[in-house]
């Protein structure tokens, strides 16, 4: 994995916090897939997406939305390790990213181009989604502005398929609040109460 983790370990203060260092290099299928819901200084979605052995990280303000016509904006973060698709807890305050981490969703991604990394690189990547809560097809699309000289602003956007749904529905940032690992809220995880008990097997990795 080499220099790809280089800023994740920079900003980490592994004698502190209790986010991994990073030492697997494939899942299973190559393809893992995890939004963690974070109360940091705001609230905010981290949308993660395995390729190369990393997960590619994008942090969404207000979250995923299933209405084809909201553009969610998605900027882009430092590459994160496989093994923090597992990660659920407090990071503490002081810390990077200080706040309580919450499992929102996870399962696997489906490029639906024949290069992902190619397609990555030019800043427009099609793919479905396999998860728990969120399935179907979604853009993630690049775009530079005035406030934005390092290219790290791009939208999520969901297609229009059999997933979609208008946001005269309820949100489904809204409809579903608990964890889909231990089904605990953010207080319970923030105060390390709750059941914890998982209700899904554990993803399998090499």
């Not at 989604?129 to 956007?157: A, P």
């Amino acid at each position: 994995m080499g220099d790809k983790l280089e800023e994740y370990k920079r900003k980490r203060n592994f004698g502190r916090t209790s986010e991994p260092r990073g030492d697997l290099e494939r899942s299973r299928s190559g393809r893992l897939y995890v939004i963690q819901k974070h109360a940091a200084r705001q609230l905010h979605y981290d949308l993660r997406l395995e390729l190369d052995g990393v997960l590619l990280s994008w942090a969404i303000p207000k979250g995923p939305s299933l209405d084809p016509s909201e553009k969610r904006l998605a900027v882009q973060v430092e590459d994160h390790p496989l093994e923090y698709a597992d990660f659920e807890g407090t990071i503490a305050e002081d810390d990077y990213g200080g706040g309580t981490v919450m499992i929102w969703d996870r399962g696997e991604w489906e490029p639906l181009e024949n290069d992902p990394r190619k397609a990555y690189e030019k800043g427009k990547l099609k793919f479905r989604l396999q998860g728990e809560r969120l399935k179907g097809r979604w853009d993630l699309v690049r775009f530079h502005s005035k406030d934005d000289d390092e290219g790290k602003n791009w939208l999520l956007i969901k297609e229009k398929d059999e997933e979609a749904r208008s946001n005269e529905e309820v949100p489904v940032v809204e409809e579903f609040t608990s964890s889909v690992v231990t089904s605990r809220s953010m207080e319970e995880i923030a105060a390390g109460t709750g059941s914890g008990k998982k209700r899904q097997k554990k993803r399998k990795s090499d």
